[in-house]
């Protein structure tokens, strides 16, 4: 059987060249498709498939999640992320759509940090702030790619190798994810970042979710659970104000389940500083499981495990209906939410927060997981 798997794997290799690549076991696979090239590379789309036949589309564009296809409790699957189509869309079309981010993921104040004595000065690409590494950030890039072999599960590497100073941060920077889609129907992101001088780093996934299938409604009747016990508050440009506030008796309160709806309009100044939930909650890092949501109507329930100490929750406020993604579906106002897992916003100007700074001693370890199943 192998040996076959193996003689189907080379034929289709050598009469499709650029479209196949081989499997990793006789059942596991990863195709590879080009997607054209970017900046004089080659941008690949893979699909890992599980054991259970259950798919996901991946792209070295911004190392991305492009699809994710699985099922309802009645086994009917679906697409549930944000996605384009074509290479050209994920140039001129949302930055952020599945990608990940960095060297600095989320916000800095004023586009400035200090760090060791130096000022660095960055791109202000959200007034008048930087977000998610500046317009040229890793999301922008092609990575390089390598799909892995003799893995238990399909896997493949995105490599960026970032210049000193590129958008402002310092040291010659090596960012590594691994993605690999088990037959759980989890995504396991594995990262791996080196500097070789003293740097910050704060590196996430920004994925959008709607478990109805992409481009399938809004959110609001997603219920959602988050472990956290307190959040950031932010000012009217979602830079946190420094306090760590309880989610006691707030709307911010994810600790039991509740609708994304069912409190995201109530006169509290947070849902009104952040035109939603746009906000860091501060993890309590107890219970295996982080974040969870879950859509009542077909089942789908996804699960958020990280080590990170913080979560970004994001109802998709910023969505507006311009953007038209995979299969032709239309990405309204609310129809995907994030959850981020990452270090805290502004950090490197916040020292009441965790550390984000990166020494050559010291690698950036750290793994994520979105795990889907149904109820
Ligand atoms: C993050 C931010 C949001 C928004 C999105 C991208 O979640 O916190 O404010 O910028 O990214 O649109």
Redesign the pocket.
């Known amino acids: 059987m192998l040996k076959q798997g193996l003689f189907i794997c080379a034929v289709l290799v050598l009469t499709m060249p650029g479209i196949f690549s081989c499997v990793n076991n006789k059942k596991d696979m990863v195709t590879t498709e080009s997607l054209g090239t970017f900046e004089g590379k080659d941008v690949f789309l893979y699909t890992l498939t599980n054991k259970k036949g259950d798919v996901i589309r991946i792209t070295n564009y911004g190392a991305s999640i492009v699809e994710i296809n699985v099922p309802d409790r009645d086994g009917q699957k679906t697409n549930v992320t944000f996605g384009y189509d074509d290479l050209d869309s994920y140039i001129k079309g ?1 930055p ?1 759509f599945g990608k990940v981010v960095g060297q600095y993921a ?2 800095i104040a004023k586009g400035r940090f200090s760090l060791d004595g130096v000022e660095y000065t960055l791109a202000i690409n ?1 007034e008048p702030n930087t ?2 590494g500046g317009p040229t950030g890793w999301h922008s890039r092609a990575w390089d790619p390598e799909v892995l072999k003799n893995t238990d599960y399909p896997a493949v590497k995105f490599t960026y190798h970032k210049p000193d100073m590129e958008e402002g941060y310092p040291g010659n920077v090596v960012a590594e994810v691994v993605y690999t889609w088990t037959d759980d129907n989890e995504i396991i992101m594995d990262y791996k970042v080196t500097t070789d001088r003293n740097t910050v780093i704060n590196i996430t996934n ?1 994925a959008y979710f709607n478990l109805h299938g992409s481009g399938q409604g809004d959110i609001l009747d997603h219920e959602i659970l988050i472990r956290a016990s307190a959040f950031t508050p932010v000012d009217s440009t ?1 830079i946190p104000t420094g306090e760590l506030r309880s989610v006691e008796g707030t709307p911010f309160d994810f600790r039991t389940p509740h609708l994304t709806g069912e409190r995201i309009g109530d006169e509290y100044d947070q849902l009104k500083l952040g035109r939603g939930y ?1 906000h860091n909650f501060i993890l309590d890092n107890i219970e295996e499981v982080d974040a969870e949501v879950y859509d009542p109507s077909t089942g789908r329930v996804l699960q958020v495990i990280t080590d990170q100490p913080g979560v ?1 929750f ?1 109802t998709g ?2 969505l507006d209906g311009t953007q038209t993604g995979r299969g032709g579906k239309v990405y309204a106002y609310r129809s995907g939410l ?1 959850l ?1 897992t990452q270090h805290f916003p502004d950090s490197p100007n916040q020292p009441g927060f965790p550390s984000v700074l990166l020494t050559p001693e010291e690698p950036f370890l750290s793994s994520t997981i979105y795990r889907f199943s149904v109820r």
Do not use: A, P, T
């Open positions: 949302d952020y989320n916000r959200n977000l998610h920004h979602l746009d970004q994001y406020n910023f994030c981020e």
